[in-house]
């Protein structure tokens, strides 16, 4: 608590840094290099994290005090104090978590364990698994759906995105989606669910009521091969109107009207473009490009890339505490 | 620009429409010349050894997910047999209700069942013959998930390219294997218009009457310089003394050194590492997996994947998606696989390894086709005739 404290101070004393909440801070998750990298609201590089290691994705609780960093080869949950920029706690997991999302009332984590082909569902308070629910091979990308009980997973060997019923800890439902499916997002009105499959080179759109795929999205921007798009990451602004995914090998992100599905703009970015994040005033969206270890900022008035910043080793997963 | 917004893919789950049997038979010789260790008085494993159907069932656990979402009961047949019984056993699974039938056998028994069940509806996966004469036999009921010769060796002349290394000195077993491997070798070296300083036979006796064949300093001197040695040798007994002894001081690659594979254990991008640890949880004692247990596990998957994905239910739909473009299947190899309409051919990437790590993936990069980067790897469609 002192130490907390002390750290605080110390950080209120340096100039360029805004008050504790709020703060503007870009962390990007380097897998091979181990650690986080900590930027200012200005991209200013303010501290590197040491966490366990190979830390892959990560997340903000509610309260956006804590960061939490899912760290594969070590089999751990990272806590990290967002005022201080310490590991203040670890949560173990089974074998290699990759991914991870928190239950509405942040009393539960859910993590893909792609050794064990299961979702692991731990108790945050009591530090244990409580629940396992088998998936297929490989499972990765883990969302919640606000204000309900369902859950969805993808196995990247199963093609597959599985519905679940995290209050009973059942699939309910498995969809048969694309190759290797990845990542997810939701739209705000809660009624898509997007999934990226990286290597059919497609987005999926679920309707999340029937679980009926609505439509396939296909991207190429110019100069590539059909092969050479293989979609990870992906965002939408708040007000559901945009949407960012980014093309992998294609070396782009692609921005689209979300409701139309229209192309708005293919933006070059760094290689293998990874996660992507935008800034809560939705005016800059930062790319990691896991193969040029950089972030790419992106102008979302313009739709141009401002610059690149180098990063560790291998980015994997950007958040910004705004 | 608009984004393709492709048309539906009629994917949807249509409900467990009552279990249906899928049946996949896997065959293997019981005493398989390829696999025979008896070279091996040192105790060294020279050639894989193991059985595919560990990578067969592997294959069909990761998919049970999907299969038992699709309704289907998936049956593994599996005989291991003389030479003799192949005709019968394969005959049997048939009738028996096979549909796809996942081969471990040498390119001579293929082309042979391949023709003997023609007139059946089974498809067959080649997952160990590299023989590219296979290839150019055009069964139209057969597909291979091993990589042919000239795929193997046109991923190591990508290296030789990507290195500078612009000459060879070939040596070469006495075996047909052999003899086909080198040929291959030396196509693809025109191909990109390198040199083949010398091609040599080597002799595994120690008849000092033949030394200029047995002696690894004689084989490998007496030549022009040349930047890497290439060598042909399926059994391995006598590459894996030819690497620091050659006359020059040059890298040997092809049965030993930098070998190109369709898998190695030690391979760590892709979901690779998954991958292999799954099948090491899954074999017998644990052992790791080899590229023939990845091309019986490629196999199997692509099968599992097309009933999973084929628009209709009939076996002329799921035979339809498995040959077309649309498979889209992922290896564990950052590419998305499908086989060619040519010569029913799976294109996949090639690593190229030593015995503890991966060098490289061919295609490397910069090595570019007019279509698909894969397609750089073997024979092209306008240079394939069938026979």
Redesign the interface.
């Known amino acids: 608590m002192m130490r907390t404290l002390l750290a605080s101070l110390a950080l209120c004393l340096m100039p360029a840094i805004a008050p504790a909440l709020e703060t503007g801070r870009i962390f990007v998750s380097n897998e091979k290099s181990h650690d986080i990298h900590v930027f200012d609201s200005d991209f200013n590089l303010i501290k590197k994290i040491e966490t366990s290691r190979r830390p892959r994705d990560m997340k903000l609780n509610a309260a956006r005090t804590l960061l939490y960093v899912a760290c594969g080869d070590d089999d751990i949950i990272d806590v990290i104090d967002v005022e201080t920029l310490e590991v203040v706690d670890g949560i173990p997991t089974g074998p290699?978590p990759e991914v991870f999302d928190f239950s509405p009332d942040e009393k539960q984590i859910y993590v893909s364990n792609?050794?064990d082909s299961m979702l692991e569902v731990i108790d945050l308070d009591a530090r244990i698994t409580i629940h396992d629910v088998?998936?297929?091979?490989?499972p990765e990308g883990v969302i919640v759906v606000p204000d309900t009980n369902t859950l969805y997973v993808t196995?990247?060997?199963?093609?597959?995105v599985?519905v679940i019923d995290r209050v009973e800890g059942v699939v309910t439902?498995?969809?048969?989606?694309?190759?290797?499916p990845r990542r997810f997002v939701i739209t705000p009105d809660t009624d898509e669910l997007w999934v990226s499959a990286e290597?059919?080179?497609?987005i999926y759109i679920i309707d999340r009521t029937s679980e009926?795929?609505?439509?396939?999205?296909?991207?190429?921007p110019?100069g590539f091969?059909p092969?050479d798009v293989t979609p990870v990451g992906m965002t939408l602004t708040r007000d559901g109107k945009i949407g960012l995914i980014s093309l992998g090998r294609a070396n782009h992100v692609?921005i689209?009207d979300a409701h139309s599905?229209?192309?708005l703009e293919?933006v070059l970015v760094g290689r293998r473009a990874w996660s992507v994040a935008l800034s809560r005033d939705e005016k800059i969206a930062v790319v990691a490009n896991g193969l040029s270890d950089d972030i790419t900022l992106i102008d979302m008035e313009t739709y141009r890339p401002i610059r690149s910043i180098p990063v560790g080793r291998v980015p994997h997963t950007v958040v910004i505490d705004d | 620009?608009?984004?393709?917004?492709?048309?539906?893919?009629a994917?949807?789950?249509s409900g467990a429409a009552g279990a249906a049997d899928l049946r996949i038979g896997v065959l293997r010789l019981d005493v398989d010349p390829r696999y025979d260790a008896d070279m091996a008085y040192a105790r060294i494993e020279l050639r894989p050894t193991g059985d595919v159907e560990a990578a067969v069932r592997m294959a069909l656990?990761?998919?049970k997910?999907?299969t038992d979402?699709?309704g289907l009961d998936v049956v593994l047949s599996s005989a291991s047999v003389s030479r003799t019984e192949l005709d019968g056993a394969a005959q049997a699974m048939v009738a028996d209700g096979v549909t796809h039938l996942v081969l471990d056998l040498p390119a001579e028994d293929i082309d042979h069942l391949a023709a003997a069940l023609a007139d059946t509806p089974v498809t067959l996966l080649n997952t160990t013959a590299p023989d590219d004469w296979l290839r150019r036999k055009c069964h139209p009921n057969l597909l291979h998930t091993a990589s042919s010769d000239r795929m193997s060796v046109d991923a190591l002349i990508q290296h030789a390219v990507a290195n500078n290394w612009k000459s060879f000195l070939v040596l070469r077993g006495k075996t047909e294997r052999d003899a086909l491997r080198a040929d291959a070798f030396v196509e693809a070296v025109a191909r990109f218009r390198l040199r083949v300083v010398d091609d040599r036979t080597f002799d595994l006796s120690t008849n000092p009457a033949m030394r200029e064949q047995n002696n690894i300093s004689l084989l490998t001197g007496g030549t022009r310089d040349y930047d890497a040695v290439f060598i042909a040798d399926e059994v391995g007994e006598f590459a894996r003394y030819v690497p620091y002894q050659t006359a020059r001081s040059r890298p040997v690659v092809g049965a030993t050194g930098l070998v190109p594979l369709e898998w190695h254990w030690a391979f760590e991008r892709y979901?690779a590492p998954?991958v292999n640890?799954?099948f090491e949880s899954q074999s017998e004692g644990g052992r790791r997996m080899g590229w023939q247990d990845w091309s019986a596990w490629i196999a199997t998957r692509a099968v599992l994947?097309s009933h999973?994905?084929a628009r209709g239910d009939t076996l002329e739909d799921v035979n339809a998606f498995l040959r077309s473009e649309r498979l889209?299947?992922?290896g564990s190899k950052g590419?998305?696989m499908s086989f060619r309409p040519w010569n029913g051919q799976l294109r996949m990437p090639i690593l190229l390894a030593t015995h503890n790590a991966v060098i490289g993936v061919a295609p490397l990069d910069g090595f570019e086709h007019r279509v698909?980067?894969?397609d750089s790897l073997g024979y092209d469609e306008g240079e394939f005739a069938c026979d």
């Not at chain 1, 439902?173 to 290797?180: E, P």
């Not at chain 1, 290597?199 to 497609?202: D, K």
């Not at chain 2, 620009?1 to 893919?9: D, I, N, T, V, Y």
């Open positions: 290699s792609e050794e088998p998936t297929g091979a490989e196995s990247e060997v199963s093609d597959m599985h439902n498995n969809i048969i989606v694309g190759t290797r290597l059919s080179s497609e009926e795929i609505k439509e396939v999205l296909e991207f190429l110019p091969r092969e692609a689209i599905k229209e192309l293919y | 620009m608009k984004p393709f917004l492709a048309a539906l893919f994917l949807i789950l656990s990761d998919m997910i999907v979402a699709r979901g998954q640890s799954r994947t999973a994905k889209r299947l992922d590419a998305q698909n980067s894969l």
